[in-house]
């Protein structure tokens, strides 16, 4: 009889506590973040392919969008020049369902900051920028997740130089020449791109510069690996083993400028692992989006290796890519 009315008030305790941790977690609620679709202008948070249009010529661009906190929308652009920026708070108008932000100047000859207007329908964007007395309309779309689902099954490996640079399409003011088996940019000039367009890939290339120099390799046209004398030996996601404006290299690995040195790239959809003098300075890191100085924005689409030609001199003795099946 006793162990039955122990039982008895057991329950009654457990009830009496289950309704009390029941009305503790109703109130609670209350105070919970908000949830990310509840937020004006949620729509907007991901990665988008931007195109402007700057005097009737296309330019690529890109832009990420995501929650700060319960009501903040913030992110990050790549425009018409420079690096990766940051936004410190893209404003949502319900009335409008129009989003704006704004920006400083980079390498922009304004003096004014430049301002971003745009709505967002049916997952594209449309838009106008203002960049001092000038209005350039721009588009956007989702970028590619770019996930591949299988491991790459490399094909032969392929030398992209020769004597007459047969792989590489010549642009306007050309300064790249062959000599003695070396491929040399001798002052600022155009760039060089492939002729061949490639998917996902691993790269190798031996390259050296004189001091201050500046260039990069562009992957698919669109993500810049920098080249750079960088006497400060600091780690930079502009600097030498960085991926230009989004990743820095995990330590210094270059060498002193006019010594040869080398790069082993592998880029499988958007994951890429970075190797400079045998060092692994970025290891299976996921690129956000393109780089400043890109061909395009189109991510989802195979695309040309391009050396940088418009900033300094660099040689070339060695570059061979092997493409994945």
Known sequence: MQTEIFNQKLKTVMKILYSLLLIITLSLTQFLPTAHSQID????????????????????????????GT???????????????????????????????SIPPQWESVDSNLTFTFSLQENKIQGVMEMGNENYTFTGVSA????????????????????????????????????????VNKAMGGN???????????????????????????????YEVQIEDNTSQIVSKVGIGGIYGFIEPSVFAAKSAGEWQTYDITLVGRMITVVLNGVEVI??????????????????????????GDHGPVEFRNITITPAM
């Open 192 to 222: 060089l791109i492939t002729t061949e367009l490639f998917d996902d890939f691993k790269l190798h290339v031996e390259f050296r510069y004189p001091e201050r120099s500046n260039s990069g390799i562009y992957l698919r046209g669109r």
């Open 144 to 183: 590619p997740k770019l996930v591949r689902d299988t491991p790459p099954i490399w094909q032969t490996p392929v030398n992209l130089l020769d004597d007459n640079m047969s792989k590489w399409i010549i642009p306007k003011n050309n300064q790249f020449v062959m000599e003695n088996g070396i491929l």
């Open 71 to 101: 009501r903040t929308i913030v992110g990050e652009i790549v425009g018409t020049s420079g690096s990766t920026r940051p936004i410190s708070q893209i404003s949502y108008n319900p009335n409008s369902e129009m989003f704006s932000f």
């Open 283 to 308: 290891s299976n890191r996921s690129i956000p989006g393109i780089t400043g100085g890109a061909l395009d924005s189109r991510e989802g689409e195979p695309g040309p290796i391009m050396i940088q």
């Open 41 to 68: 202008g949620a729509e907007l948070f991901g990665y988008w392919d931007l195109e402007f249009d700057i005097n009737g010529e296309t330019q690529p661009g890109w832009l990420h969008a995501k929650r700060s």
